[in-house]
């Protein structure tokens, strides 16, 4: 069975500061991993994704996350945080074998920027 | 392009009433996807749907919960007999085809029962 662990319920950074949200996955065979993030009273906004290929992804508003095999980790990284980044952030897999199609969601890491 | 549509946006029903949700899923896209977030939780895979058809329905309740996509419009999520426990945000996505996307995802339906 697929599943997702987002170890921090909060992640507290100075903006400027560069922020780093964990996600480890399992999956029985390989992973297309995402990671989604929702501001308050709304819905998801897509951020990245990794399929295949290069390990460091980069996406919107300058985040990128870094796929490890060996470690079934997707950790979201940015170097230099902003306020605006404030929200909760979802890691996301998809077993390539699941004909379903269905992605599985984390838990969530609210992020929290001060200025 | 409007993105996936959801209505309502809030939904209020007592106890007992039936609850309807809506999604039309981005033009383009053929795979329907509803999902619940209860409140300060992550969220949860109800059920997987293409047009008139039901892919996946692993996560939804086997009671009072059911969804169709039909040919035409848009595709619904029904609770009936509606309980307290059933208040929570209902997210409906989308996706092309093929598993290598992403979803698009509404902004959601909150279903509050008093």
């Known amino acids: 069975a697929q599943s997702v662990a987002q170890p921090e319920d909060q992640v507290n950074v100075a903006e400027g500061n560069p922020l780093t949200v964990k996600c480890t996955y399992s999956?029985?065979?390989?992973?297309?991993l995402f990671w989604y993030v929702q501001y308050p009273n709304r819905g998801l906004q897509f951020l990245l994704k990794?399929?295949?290929?290069?390990?460091l992804v980069k996406g919107s508003y300058g985040f990128e996350a870094e796929f490890n095999k060996s470690q079934t980790s997707f950790h979201l990284k940015k170097p230099s945080a902003l306020v605006s980044d404030s929200a909760l952030y979802f890691c996301a897999v998809r077993d390539i074998w699941d004909s379903s199609y269905k992605l599985i969601f984390g838990s969530g890491t609210r992020l929290l920027v001060r200025p | 392009n409007a993105g996936v549509m959801q209505n309502p946006r809030h939904l209020v029903r007592r106890r007992g009433q039936e609850a309807r949700l809506r999604c039309s899923p981005m033009k383009g896209h053929s795979h329907v996807y509803w999902y619940r977030q209860l409140p300060e939780e992550g969220l949860k895979f109800m059920v997987y749907?293409?047009?008139?058809?039901?892919?996946?329905e692993s996560g939804m309740p086997k009671e009072r919960f059911s969804a169709e996509f039909p040919k035409e419009g848009p595709s619904i999520l029904r609770i009936q007999q509606v309980v307290r426990g059933d208040s929570a945000a209902y997210f409906c996505?989308?996706?092309?085809?093929?598993?290598?996307?992403?979803?698009?995802f509404g902004s959601g339906t909150r279903l509050t029962v008093v």
């Open positions: 999956v029985s065979g390989n992973p297309y």
């Open positions: 996505a989308s996706s092309p085809p093929g598993g290598t996307y992403g979803y698009t």
């Open positions: 749907l293409q047009k008139e058809n039901i892919i996946d």
């Open positions: 990794y399929i295949t290929g290069d390990n």
